[in-house]
């Protein structure tokens, strides 16, 4: 029996479809879950080095969400907490035809507070940067940035990456290009880059008029927002 992430409810699980949805239009990869207590963290990776030479930081996104864990395997159980890196297509497909816990497909608010059981895919995955645990705790607030600012950065990022890379640009090349726009720092105080504000559009992670706080631990930094955080870890950690 595959384990079970019981969501309390059927809004956060068309929240979860969609950050997903985002996800993997950036990369249809991999999604690792990791699940403590009554919270699921959803780890997708949306920027990150393509070999040893490649100075780009890795960038993840994180959506966490209410969720317990039913069944879970010993094999699947790290450090005390559920901690896996499965299919993204895999979990997306089991999202999409949600049923509520122990019923059939319910409708209006009722039903939104009806709760889903997902089924953990059964397959498992071995991604590097899966491999990699921002730090839990010792997080510093180091500013913050309106969402109108991050947008920006981030659309002027795609135009240029759009503009540079013509369809017939060999792969080492795109990978250039890519690098030394998403690495361009916008905020020299934090360090934060374009690449994060990037991740933050694509993701779904901005909001008009909000400003996500920036802050950093170590080598890392977190964007803050209401919606889900990106991490960044500077490639000089590696």
């Known amino acids: 029996m595959s384990p079970v992430l019981r969501i309390p409810d059927l809004h956060a699980a068309r929240d979860l479809e969609s950050f997903l949805g985002r996800a993997g239009r950036i990369e249809d990869g991999a999604v690792r879950i990791v699940q403590a207590g009554t919270v ?3 780890w997708v990776p949306v920027l ?4 040893l030479l490649d100075t780009s930081p890795l960038v993840l996104g994180v ?3 209410r969720a317990e864990l039913e ?6 159980v790290h450090a005390g907490a559920f901690d896996v890196t499965v299919p993204l297509r895999g979990l997306l497909d089991r999202l999409a035809r949600r049923r509520p816990a122990g019923g059939d497909a319910p409708s209006g608010e009722a039903g939104a507070a009806a709760g889903f059981d997902l089924a953990v895919p059964p397959e498992r995955l071995r991604e590097s940067w899966a491999g990699i645990a921002a730090p839990t705790g ?9 969402a109108a600012t991050l947008i920006a950065a981030a659309d ?3 135009a240029e990456v759009a503009d540079a890379v013509p369809g017939n640009l060999g792969t080492a090349l795109v ?6 726009v998403w690495t361009r720092v916008i905020d020299e105080q934090s360090g934060l880059t374009s690449g994060a504000a990037f991740a933050a559009l694509s993701l779904g992670f901005l909001r008009s008029g909000e400003e996500p706080r ?10 803050e927002t209401t919606q889900g955080n990106v991490l960044l870890r500077s490639s000089s950690a590696r």
């Open 40 to 42: 699921a963290a959803f």
């Open 175 to 180: 990978e250039r290009v890519r690098t030394e």
């Open 138 to 146: 010792g997080w510093t607030q180091a500013g913050a940035m309106s």
């Open 48 to 51: 990150r080095p393509q070999g």
């Open 214 to 223: 920036i802050l950093t631990a170590g080598a890392w930094l977190r964007l």
């Open 156 to 158: 002027q990022g795609i």
């Open 71 to 76: 069944g879970a395997a010993d094999d699947d």
């Open 63 to 65: 959506r966490a969400l």
